[in-house]
């Protein structure tokens, strides 16, 4: 199977590792810091992050976002 889509970093990864990989960085506090969504802040959950982020697009785009910043830093796999 070819990767047909080389340059896109985030080419393979689920939106669920991204957030489970960022969680391993912050805690649901400090990501609510980070980025202000109320997912984050009322009862956090992988489940109901995952059920908001998935339905808003520009929440997903942040998260993505700060996981990009530190790709490099700490490498999902």
């Known amino acids: 199977m070819s990767n ?9 990864k ?3 590792m991204i957030l ?12 609510y810091k980070l980025i202000k969504i109320n997912c984050f802040h009322e009862n956090p959950s992988i489940k ?3 059920t908001f982020l998935r339905k ?3 929440a997903r785009k942040k998260v993505e976002e700060l ?3 530190h790709q490099d830093l700490f490498p999902l796999l």
């Open 67 to 69: 996981y990009l910043q």
């Open 4 to 12: 047909s889509q080389p340059n896109n970093p985030l080419h393979g």
């Open 56 to 58: 808003t697009p520009w």
């Open 14 to 16: 689920t939106l669920e």
């Open 20 to 31: 489970n990989h960022l969680l391993t960085l912050y805690r649901w506090e400090d990501l």
């Open 48 to 50: 109901s992050s995952l």
